[in-house]
């Protein structure tokens, strides 16, 4: 989805980026400069922070733009699978080769990275990341701003509380 918009800029904190590219796309400089952007007539934004180990930067970015009125683009990959019963919140990033299936919930400015399997009738509450490869079996509960490391395997009927790190490669 996110093809359909056009990249004005990126945002970071690191000054040496500033009037620099990343991608081709430049980098004008850190978050003071949204209002100027949303004066200028930009109403979207698509949240690149990532959340490994800490995600309460990620929630406070995306706090923030919908503050100043920003729509938060969805940024879903075309080569990611997505059953038409599943139920996705708004901003989430869904990279190539997810597969989110049947009856699953994703909360709000999630992460579901590369490769990720969300398996039917799982609840990943806002914020959360599913790393690379990492795969939850049925009807799992992931908590608010957890984090499940790559290729970490959680077994069905299982509830991860908020906030909590499942290591890489680990099996709950």
Not at 46 to 63: A, H, T
Request: aromatic share 4%; hydrophobic share 45%; glycine share 14%.
């Amino acid at each position: 989805l996110i093809g359909s918009f056009e990249f004005v800029g990126l945002l970071d904190r690191d000054k040496d980026l500033w009037n620099t590219q990343v991608l081709g796309v430049p980098v004008l400089g850190d978050d003071d400069i949204l209002s100027e952007l949303k004066q200028e007539g930009v109403n979207h934004a698509f949240l690149g922070v990532g959340s490994i180990g800490n995600w309460q930067p990620r929630k406070r970015l995306y706090d923030e733009l919908l503050k100043r009125g920003f729509q938060i683009v969805p940024a879903i990959h075309p080569q990611a699978v997505i059953s038409p019963s599943a139920a996705i919140g708004t901003g989430p990033t869904v990279m190539a080769g997810v597969l989110i299936n049947a009856s699953a919930i994703l909360g709000n400015n999630v992460i579901i990275n590369t490769g990720a399997v969300v398996e039917h009738d799982c609840i990943v509450g806002d914020h959360a990341h599913i790393a690379t490869g990492a795969r939850l079996a049925g009807n799992v509960r992931v908590g608010i701003g957890t984090h499940i490391g790559a290729g970490a395997t959680v077994r069905e009927c299982i509830n991860i509380g908020e906030g909590a790190i499942v290591g890489a490669g680990a099996v709950v």
